[in-house]
């Protein structure tokens, strides 16, 4: 594809796995699920798009994957537009859809093979082997997946996203309805595909996940991009710390010389709260205490916390609102 | 072209096949039997013969005929339904396929599946009565292009059909009558004149008059004549297809 448009040019651009650029969704029945999206995701990063209900995540997944069709701009992936060049394009990517669908008469090995084989990639045993041994899902490889568990059909999705190699996949929701032993093995699984450079995009509405997993966090409401940030940044930036101070003896309400403090108790008046802004020039702290002692408080310990990606992702939810 | 994701559904679609051998392959077996002995027998004595052939003869290549209509539709319709009915073409919609591999590989794969059902019934009519191929390729002709025809309307009625009413509702309502009222069992000779006028606006009767001519050297209207309709039905069905894929009717949102 030797193009010289300027688009082309920066399509292909080094280190972006997937470019979006004003990309519109308005359905038939004519709803605007996407308004003018763009997005760069990152080669081998691990980028996690947040937003409630409805707002988009599985609209834009779906258009980058190429199951919905785009109203409006373009979107590349390894720098192939995926409408123009959906071959290339398609075949660099991996989809383990939101909704648990399967063949529920094919036998595991089958279904995964299948996928391999849809994706135009040469028969493997091997590497079929290796994914489904990866995933638990060895001893299963010859039952139909209708007797399979809920947990062990999402792996299912996952082995079948993976048959192909892929070099971007797309998680949807991987972790919904996923007890805690599956949730382990899939970001263990997750971490050996990042170190192997795969592009991970996932949404979830387990935001510690995000916080924990993450590169860079997206923020998506009414199908508008809110924000995009490195998870540390972002949490640095927007994130709110809070003093913790252990009272010797607990207090029936916050005296009223110290009201002009962001103060709150908690723990039955036993812990006492200061909330303040931790990029701020002055956090305030060493006017507090000095308060805190003339008041005659006194205290036994004293701890800080950082507010969580939640927090931060209700608050800005709430404030587009 | 994607030729091993063509191969992916084709196995797939013909595995299908195999799970259900029951239904796809007895069910018409008896069937074809049960005509024998009812038309066969029961109807066959009072009509002895057609135009020199006997008429348990006479309706082998009309009762093929018919299953090979009806089988090619509803095996198509359902192999491209089924996978929206449940969410699994997501898969196929998300590869790197065409949507001409799309359409070869399940077309293709019903098709197949109502040749070889085309072939056990006339294997199966054999045991029955005596029966002559005068001009065998040409039968294979109609056998393969009729396939071919109808699976790709049953595709198209797959990817129309939102719903199992409506997957069953062209096959019941259009295919089948057509069929039975095409020349199946009787030589359109036989019906009074106006009829015989009314008739020639039923496509099936060229297919099954230029598919008996391939057996007996009889026919109802002139061979080219049957050749000729039954590749007009494939040009209009590969021109509904391309519409539907260039619009992405009822597949992409
Ligand atoms: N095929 C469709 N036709 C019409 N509207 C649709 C269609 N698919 C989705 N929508 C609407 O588009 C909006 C975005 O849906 P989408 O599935 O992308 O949200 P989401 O962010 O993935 O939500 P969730 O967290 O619930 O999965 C919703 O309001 C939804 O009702
Ligand atoms: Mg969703």
Known sequence: MQTSSPLAAEAAAPGVAVRVRGLGKTYAGGFTALQDVDLDIRKGELFALLGPNGAGKTTLISIVCGIVNPSRGTVTADGHDVTREYRAAREKIGLVPQELTTDAFETVWNTVSFSRGLFGKAKNPAYIEKLLRDLSLWDKKDSKIMMLSGGMKRRVMIAKALSHEPEILFLDEPTAGVDVELRRDMWEVVRGLRERGVTIILTTHYIEEAEQMADRVGVINKGRIMLVEDTAELMRKLGEKRLILQLSEPLQRVPETLASHRLTLAADGRELVYTYDAQGERTGITGLLRELSAAGITFRDLSTKQSSLEEIFVNLVRSSQ | ?253
């Open chain 2, 1 to 253: 072209m994607n030729l091993r994701a063509i191969a992916a559904i084709y196995r797939f679609e013909m595995a299908r096949t195999r799970r259900t051998l029951l239904q796809s392959i007895v069910a018409p077996v008896i069937s074809t039997s049960l005509y024998f002995v009812v038309f066969g027998s029961a109807i066959g004595s009072r009509i002895t013969e057609v135009d020199g052939v006997s008429y348990g003869a006479f309706i082998v290549p009309g009762l093929i005929m018919l299953n090979l209509l009806t089988q090619s539709v509803s095996n198509a319709s359902f192999g491209i339904y089924f996978p929206k009915f449940t969410g699994t073409i997501y898969e196929i919609l998300s590869a790197p396929v065409s949507y001409l591999e799309i359409v070869l590989s399940y077309a293709g794969a019903a098709a197949t599946k109502s040749i070889m059902l085309g072939i056990i019934i006339l294997a199966t009519a054999a045991l029955f009565v005596p029966l002559r191929i005068e001009h065998p390729l040409w039968m294979l002709l109609f056998m393969f292009l009729t396939a071919a025809t109808f699976s790709l309307l049953g595709f198209i009625i797959g990817i129309w059909a939102d719903n199992f009413e409506k997957l069953q509702l062209v096959p019941l309502l259009i295919v089948t009558p057509l069929t039975f009222l095409g020349g199946s069992f009787y030589s359109i000779h036989m019906l009074p004149p106006l009829w015989q006028k009314v008739t020639l606006f039923n496509p099936v009767v060229y297919l099954v008059s230029g598919f008996r001519w391939s057996f007996y050297g009889l026919a109802d209207v002139s061979v080219g004549l049957s050749l000729g309709m039954i590749v007009l039905f494939l040009a209009i069905c590969l021109a509904t297809i391309a519409w539907i894929f260039r619009t992405g009717y009822r597949l992409r949102t």
